[in-house]
């Protein structure tokens, strides 16, 4: 039945449909109250994060400081720089996907129950495999969205991370092991 409207005004912007059967106000109404609903929920979940973490202030003050905040960068147009943001969390997490399944297969014994109280806390050799990925999905990562764009493996910039990223453990892994000059035997 949503779609009869958007069919008859050949529009799909709901404010654009209301505003073409002649009820502008109504459809500004429906905008305003979906972003209320929406933002409403957002701005209460950080309230209680920051909340949870700075004890000593009154909740309703980092309320007010958060939605201020919210604002504001709303105002300025931060949601220009949404993809480009995603496209670095791609950048950096999917190597960390690739490093931990690489890892599971070089050294699957310590990830057995008994073994994990043994296991290193911080193994430096997966540090920079990790950091090898994501320089190389950085690279890969076309300009347009923040990235430098000098090459291209998969196309998919995450994926080429998550890949590297699980090739440089195995690469550094086996050079540890056979005490090469990048590390130590295990």
């Known amino acids: 039945l949503s779609v009869l409207p958007a069919l008859a005004t050949g529009e799909m912007d709901i404010v654009e449909v209301m505003t073409g059967f002649g009820w502008p106000i ?3 109404l429906v905008v305003v109250m979906a972003a209320w609903s929406s933002n409403d929920n957002n701005l209460y979940s950080t309230s209680l994060s920051v909340a949870s973490v700075l004890r000593k202030v009154e909740k309703w003050k980092i309320t007010v400081i958060i939605g201020i905040a919210g604002t504001l960068l ?25 490093t931990y399944a690489a890892d599971y297969f070089v050294r699957k014994s310590d990830y057995h129950r ?37 090459m291209k493996l998969t196309t998919i910039s995450a994926l080429d991370g998550l890949l ?16 090469l000059p990048w590390g130590k035997q295990k």
Do not use: D
């Open 26 to 28: 109504a459809g500004t």
């Open 114 to 150: 008994a073994n994990v109280a043994g296991a290193p806390n911080f193994r430096p050799v997966a540090i920079l495999a990790w950091a090898t990925g994501s320089l190389v999905a950085f690279c890969t990562l076309p300009e347009a969205t923040g990235g430098l764009g000098v």
């Open 164 to 179: 590297v990223g699980a090739a440089a453990l195995l690469v550094f892994s086996y050079g540890v092991t056979l005490r």
């Open 74 to 98: 709303a105002i300025l147009g931060i949601m220009e720089q949404f993809i480009p943001f995603l496209s670095m969390v791609g950048v950096f997490i999917s190597p960390v996907a690739g």
